[in-house]
C-alpha cells in the first residue's frame, strides 16, 4: 500500500499536439485564436490521460477530474488543476463559455465509469461531450455562427469515432473499454472478445464496415463546414480535417485495425492536407 496522492502529472502520457491523428493549432489558425485553442488542448491532454491511464483507480481518476473542474471556476483564488484555471482565465477574459470545457470533463468522467456502449445513439450521446465541444470551442474562439454547430458536430463526431475504430484493439487489451456498440457485435454474432484476437474475423470487420459507413454518413452531413466559415485560415484547418476524416474511412474500409496500421502517414496527410487547402482556397477565390 502507499499513501502517495497523485497528481495529474503523474498520469501524463507525454503526447502533445504534433502526436494527434488530426492538426491542432495549426500555422493556419488565426494568431489571436491560437493561444486559447492550445490552453483548451492542454486541458483536453491532460484530463484524456488521466481517464486513460491504465493503473490509477476510477476513484482517483475521479478526484483528478473533480480538481480540473475546480479550477475552470477558481482560478484566481488558486483553486484545482493550474491547467483547468489557466483555461478558466483565457475563457473569462474572451467571454468565450465554459460549458465546453465543462462538458469535456464530463466525457472523462464517464470514462472512468462506463467501459461499454450500447448502440449508435449511446455512442454518439459520448460524442457530444467528448468531441463536439471541442469544435464547438474553436468556433467560439473565432466568433463564428453558431448556427454552424450542427455541421461541426457531425465532423466532431465522426473524428471520434474514426479514433474508436482505429483503437479499438488497443482500447480492449489495455484498459478494457470498447465503445462498439453491443448491439452491433450482438447482432453479428459475437462478443467484446473478438476484439482480442490477432486478426478480426469476419463477423468483427462486418461490425467494423458498418460502423465506417455511418461514419461516412456523418462526414456528408458535414462536408459544407469549411465554406460556411467565415475565417479563411479556419476553413481551411476544417478542410483539411474534413478530407483526412474522409481518407481514414477508406482505410478503415480496407483494412483491419486488429492486424494493420490504420493510420495516415506524414508523407500522406501532407499530400491530403496541401490538396484540401488549395481546393479550400480555390472555393474563396471562384465560389461555386
Known amino acids: ?13 507525454g503526447k502533445d499536439h504534433t502526436g494527434e491523428n488530426f492538426p491542432v493549432a495549426s500555422f493556419l489558425v488565426r ?3 491560437r493561444a ?15 481517464a486513460d491511464h491504465p493503473t490509477a483507480s476510477a476513484q482517483e481518476k475521479l478526484r ?17 488543476d493550474p491547467l483547468a484555471q489557466a483555461l478558466g482565465t483565457v475563457c473569462r477574459e474572451r467571454g468565450i463559455s465554459l460549458a465546453h470545457a465543462h462538458d469535456l470533463l464530463t466525457a472523462f468522467e464517464r470514462d472512468c465509469t462506463v467501459d461499454r ?18 469544435g464547438r470551442f474553436v468556433l467560439d474562439c473565432h466568433e463564428e455562427d453558431r448556427v454552424l454547430w450542427p455541421m461541426n458536430d457531425s465532423l466532431c463526431a465522426a473524428l471520434q469515432i474514426i479514433n474508436h475504430l482505429q483503437d479499438c484493439a488497443k482500447d480492449y487489451r489495455a484498459i478494457d473499454r470498447v465503445y462498439i456498440p453491443l448491439d452491433s457485435l450482438r447482432a453479428a454474432g459475437i462478443g467484446v472478445e473478438a476484439l482480442a484476437e490477432k486478426r478480426a474475423n469476419p463477423a468483427l470487420r462486418g461490425v467494423l464496415t458498418d460502423l465506417t459507413l455511418r461514419t461516412q454518413g456523418l462526414l456528408r452531413a458535414s462536408a459544407p463546414f469549411a465554406d460556411a466559415i467565415r475565417d479563411w485560415r479556419l476553413a481551411a484547418e476544417v478542410a483539411i480535417i474534413q478530407r483526412l476524416a474522409e481518407d481514414l474511412c477508406e482505410v478503415l474500409l480496407a ?25 479550400q482556397a480555390g472555393h474563396r477565390i471562384w465560389p461555386g
Do not use: N
Not at 500500500?1 to 502520457?13: E, G, H, K, N, P
Not at 456502449?117 to 471541442?134: H, K, N
Open 36 to 50: 486559447p485553442v492550445m490552453a483548451y488542448y492542454r486541458f483536453a491532454r491532460a484530463a484524456d490521460d488521466i
Open 1 to 13: 500500500m502507499t499513501d502517495t496522492i497523485l497528481t495529474t502529472a503523474d498520469l501524463q502520457s
Open 255 to 279: 483494412r483491419d485495425p486488429l492486424s494493420e496500421k490504420v493510420h495516415h502517414t506524414k508523407g500522406r496527410a501532407l499530400t491530403l492536407a496541401l490538396r484540401a487547402a488549395m481546393r
Open 117 to 134: 456502449y450500447q448502440d449508435w445513439a449511446g455512442l454518439i450521446d459520448y460524442c457530444r461531450y467528448s468531441a463536439m465541444p471541442v
Open 31 to 33: 494568431p489571436d485564436a
Open 64 to 80: 483528478l477530474l473533480g480538481l480540473m473542474r475546480a479550477g475552470l471556476e477558481g482560478g484566481e483564488a488558486g483553486i484545482g
